[in-house]
């Protein structure tokens, strides 16, 4: 099986900076891309950022020079730096990885979720 989980949610000020990270582990053969999305209350889930293995990024435009997204691909992990957070910036954010079991196809996981709450 695989697993994901992600850390580094807190309550932080308007201004301040966060450094979410996701982790998958179990049999993995590959991890051919990764995203963070994020769900605000009340708010269908969105995409927030991407980065494939060609290392090219792609953002919201709501977070464009604010967040960094990069990756760890020797321990299958993707962060995201969040900087200059705003209250708008609220929600639970997801990692989603595609990965490629041994002798599988590829396929999207999910983390679970963590809280980031950006007090004005």
């Known amino acids: 099986q695989v697993q994901l989980a992600e850390s580094g949610g807190a309550l932080v000020q308007a201004g301040g900076s966060l450094r979410l990270s996701c982790t998958a582990s179990?049999?993995?053969?590959?991890?051919?891309?990764m995203a963070w999305y994020r769900q605000a209350p009340g708010k269908q889930r969105e995409l927030v950022a991407t980065?494939?293995?060609?290392?090219?990024?792609n953002y919201a435009d709501s977070v464009k020079g604010r967040f960094t997204i990069s990756t760890d691909n020797a321990k299958n992990t993707v962060y995201l730096q969040m900087n200059s957070l705003k209250p708008e910036d609220t929600a639970v954010y997801y990692c989603?990885?595609?990965?490629?079991?041994?002798?599988?196809?590829?396929?999207?996981?999910w983390g679970k979720g963590t809280l980031v709450t950006v007090s004005s």
């Open positions: 989603n990885l595609l990965i490629t079991k041994p002798g599988d196809y590829g396929m999207a996981y």
């Open positions: 179990g049999r993995i053969f590959s991890v051919n891309a």
């Open positions: 980065i494939n293995t060609g290392g090219n990024t």
